[in-house]
């Protein structure tokens, strides 16, 4: 049987064995074949980065052999030997997984050098300056990357002996000073290690492989990789490239360009190099890189090639690329090539006009833009200035994108009022409420200490469209001294905050904001994607406002319009809380007809901003506690407005009071204890649509949602108010209207049920955060405080509250499609939870064959490209 081959030689790659080499092995292959000048060497396999786990961490004997053989055949390709006094092969270590991972792991270069191999190296080049140069900066990073010393140790020294010769530059440094610097950062090495250098460069080479294995697993890429949805199994590959060398002299130099400007996305040549130098030079900015555009007077010949290399690569990858560069006396060498990443604004503008240039169809277009890039073109960020200055002081959940400034307040009144008087506010609280909206809305930011990504803060900020930092335990809150304390300083009602909500970072001061700017190439690019998809996208949308706001970023309906938050402002809430402390049915219909013309009123904007498009409206979910007060003086100002008595109301808001109340008494629960409830609300959005269609000529079809079934026969009970309800008044009223009755699965019984439960129901929604909730069986408010140590130990890859569990609560969608179609072929299917946003679930509900997705209005131009890219990816 023939044995796994783990490493291959850059002429044995091509452009189809990404996944087995990485992307910078396979642009190595690839450019090699094209006959760029290339430094050549070998890439070990993704396959033995898996290996190296399976085999407990160890670099087997059968990839060390490969090792060696790809190291023999570089040395004949190379005419150098590694380890060699007389003509020194040196290489450079670098990891490269198959998604570009930026920042996961350092590069190691001049890797087998030794205290002989820089004598040879002297001698040969008949440079003393350069092959001390080059050894002390192996023998950092080699140190640092490989070894895990601390870089800052080894810089300390350098600096001390340019301090003690009077120079500020390490060019300035002579051979004998660089010796010096060497003798002196092997002490260091010997005083940290118990051990002298490793002089075998086999013995290097290998501990540098280690490295880049074991740095896929770092913090650092774990965190990475959850952001990004790259699975843990994949691993990195390694590759190892004969060194050439930009620190000779003045002949030589280094640089990182792109083929087009990755801030703007224009079309011309972006990037720097530094005259004798190595590449690290350019990234550390220890000295001033030149302009590109330099280059063409200093060496006009090597301009001349660079930009015929550059040309031939964006045309050959058909994007823009961002490439690394070094000149040796003279001569050009490329040394990795890959698609650059770039902002959002130049990511449209790039995509947009490579297919103006006939080098790219709309199809591959799409396919060029992440997804989640467009939510830096719809919120605020961070004055770039500004941002460098300030330092965070604290850090939580990045679970609502845009940046906010300004000053702190506690209570959602507090927010408000300083919001209406004319203050930028950030609400600090240690979780949100629903009776918390009127704060929300007035706040530019919202930072709570408890809670995850789901958490009713996340996802009612994330439908605002506001920035929001969720789950910042590190700060200690105090509401009733409306303090906060974090690092031993405490910030008090009114000082000025700033919230990254794209990052989780909180900072103690005031940092500018900058609005975002939507071009014109955005509506070109996403007319394109809607085009292309089938997969129709909807909003999630509480009020006129914001399903207007829908509208405007393409939304083709609401998916979902949550009645209970047109409940919580302040000229409402009186009335509900009349009608939840009524102890007759009586005194309960008398509080309903208070809300019936509110809620109506809701739905009459609502229909207007949304048009001709359809609008899923589901019925009262939360628990009715959440309507009512929980401070002593709120109970009493309570009790006096209502004429009873405080122990009368308290006994009542006590008798509410449930242990775990997102199982409790809500949903379809409520409408079946207090059917008159259902009927209000059908009144509401039935009278509401017959007036609209009458004035404005519209056809709506209203679409209501039972929420929280779990038995055929709690939607049916339900359903039977509503169409009794809803039937009479369309008969009264003599218009022909037309309604939908359907339910919300979100609860496991009710996917498993879902042929029983579609007799009665006309669409399913998936309510993915209570069905992720309830499949899983811990609470999405609470989970924040242990999913951390299940990523660490590797128990769970990503937050299934912000990733559909394709294998779990994926299997329940799937199954309650497949059954509720097979007894309804015509059964309309969505989905409503926080997941419709997010581009791998979004993928996932297309192969599912569900008719939309609805999520948060600001999340709506990310479902439309990637409900695009879902189908280009089928038709491949």
């Known amino acids: 049987m023939e044995s796994k081959k783990y490493v291959y030689l850059f002429n044995e790659i091509d452009a189809t064995m990404r996944n087995l080499v990485g992307g910078k092995g396979a642009n190595l292959g690839e450019m090699t074949k094209l006959g760029l000048p290339i430094p050549q060497g070998f890439t070990i396999s993704t396959e033995a980065c898996t290996k190296f786990y399976v085999d407990g961490k160890t670099i087997s004997d059968s990839v060390i052999e490969e090792i060696d053989l790809a190291m023999q055949r570089t040395e004949e390709i190379t005419g150098k030997k590694f380890g060699d006094i007389e003509n020194p092969l040196l290489v450079s270590v670098r990891s490269g997984a198959r998604v570009s991972m930026p920042g996961m792991m350092d590069t190691i270069l001049n890797l087998g050098l030794n205290d002989e191999a820089v004598l040879g190296l002297a001698k040969l080049t008949n440079n003393e300056r350069f092959a001390y140069d080059s050894y002390r900066r192996f023998i950092q990073m080699f140190s640092d990357v490989a070894l895990g010393l601390e870089k800052r140790d080894f810089e300390d020294i350098l600096d001390d002996i340019k301090e003690s010769r009077n120079v500020k530059l390490d060019t300035e440094l002579t051979a004998e000073d660089l010796k010096e610097v060497v003798a002196k950062y092997k002490e260091l090495f010997r005083k940290e290690m118990g051990k002298e250098f490793p002089q075998s460069p086999k013995e ?4 540098a492989v280690r490295a880049v294995f074991d740095s896929w697993d770092n913090p650092r890429a774990n965190v990475y990789r959850r952001l990004n949805d790259i699975p843990g199994n994949w691993g990195t590959a390694v590759n190892v490239q004969a060194m050439v060398f930009g620190n000779m002299g003045n002949d030589c130099g280094t640089g990182v360009a792109f083929t087009r400007d990755p801030a703007t996305g224009e079309n011309k040549i972006f990037g720097e190099y530094l005259i004798n130098a190595q590449g690290e030079d350019v990234v550390a900015g220890i000295r001033t890189p030149l302009p590109i555009a330099k280059l063409e007077e200093d060496m006009p010949e090597v301009y001349k090639e660079f930009m015929e290399i550059a040309n031939k690569l964006e045309s050959h990858y058909r994007d823009m690329q961002d490439m690394e560069f070094t000149i040796q006396q003279g001569k050009l060498y490329f040394l990795q090539t890959r698609n650059g990443k770039r902002t959002a ?10 297919v103006e240039e006939g080098i790219l169809s709309k199809e591959e277009a799409i396919m060029k833009v992440e997804p989640k890039k467009l939510d830096t073109l719809l919120h605020p960020t961070f004055d770039p200035q500004g941002l460098k200055e300030a330092t965070p002081i604290a850090k939580g959940l990045a679970a609502s994108p845009g940046a906010a400034c300004g000053k702190i307040y506690f209570t959602a009144l507090d927010a408000k009022a300083h919001s209406d008087s004319g203050e930028k506010v950030v609400l600090v609280r240690l979780e949100t409420s629903p009776e918390d909206i009127e704060g929300m809305a007035a706040a530019v930011g919202i930072l709570t200490v408890r809670g995850g990504m789901t958490s009713h803060a996340a996802v009612v900020a994330r439908g605002m469209g506001t920035c929001c930092v969720a789950g910042c335990g590190e700060i200690a809150v105090s509401e009733k001294n409306k303090t906060f304390t974090v690092g031993g300083v405490t910030y008090n009602e009114g000082d000025y905050i700033s919230i990254d909500g794209s990052t989780g970072k909180v900072y103690g001061a005031a940092i500018k904001t900058v609005s975002p700017e939507i071009s014109g190439y955005f ?6 994607a809607d085009e292309i998809r089938s997969l129709k996208v909807r909003a999630n949308a509480d009020t006129p406002k914001d399903a207007a706001q829908a509208v405007e970023f393409g939304a083709e309906g609401i998916g979902l319009c949550r009645t209970e938050h047109m409940f919580f402002e302040e000229d409402r809430i009186a009335a509900v809380r009349e009608m939840i402390v009524s102890k007759t049915l009586e005194q309960r219909k008398v509080a309903l007809e208070k809300i ?57 808001i006590d008798s509410l009071h449930e242990f775990n109340p997102m199982m409790g008494h809500r949903g379809c629960r409520l409408a079946i ?74 609860i496991p019984r009710a996917a498993l049920t879902a042929d029983e439960i579609a007799k009665e129901a006309e669409f399913f929604s998936f309510g993915t955060n209570d069905l992720t909730q309830m499949t899983f069986g811990f609470s999405r408010d609470d989970a924040g405080k242990f999913l951390a140590d299940y990523y660490d130990k590797k128990v769970y890859e990503f937050d299934p509250f912000q990733k559909i569990d394709q294998t779990g609560v994926g299997q329940l969608v799937k199954i309650a499609s497949k059954l509720g179609r097979e007894t309804r072929p015509d059964l309309k299917l969505g989905i409503c939870g926080e997941h419709g946003g997010d581009p791998s679930s979004v993928e996932f509900c297309h192969n599912v064959g569900l008719n939309y997705v609805s999520c948060s209005p600001f999340r709506v131009p990310i479902a439309r490209l990637a409900a695009a890219q879902a189908q280009v990816t089928n038709k491949r």
Not at 345 to 354: G, N
Not at 523 to 528: A, K, L
Not at 596 to 624: C, H, K, S
Not at 701 to 723: F, H
């Open 345 to 354: 604004q130049a990511a449209l503008k790039i995509a947009v006009e490579l």
């Open 596 to 652: 019936l013309p509110m809620q109506r009123q809701d739905f009459i904007g609502i229909y207007e901003a949304m048009e001709y498009r359809p609008v899923t409206i589901r019925f009262l979910d939360p628990p009715l506690h959440e309507f009512l007060p929980s401070i002593d003086e709120d109970i009493k100002d309570l009790a006096e407005q209502m004429s009873i008595t405080y122990d009368e109301l308290k006994a009542t």
């Open 523 to 528: 509506g070109t690019f996403m007319s394109w």
């Open 673 to 746: 204890s207090y059917p008159e409830i259902a009927e209000m609300q059908t009144r509401a959005v039935i009278e509401a649509a017959i007036q609209v269609n009458k004035e404005k000529g519209f056809n709506i079809v209203p679409e209501i949602m039972i929420p929280l079934v779990g038995e055929v026969k709690e939607l049916k009970y339900v359903k039977d108010i509503v169409v009794s309800t809803a039937d009479a008044l369309i008969k009264e009223s003599g218009v022909d209207l037309k309604y939908m009755v359907g339910t919300m699965i979100e």
């Open 204 to 207: 290097q080479l290998i501990n």
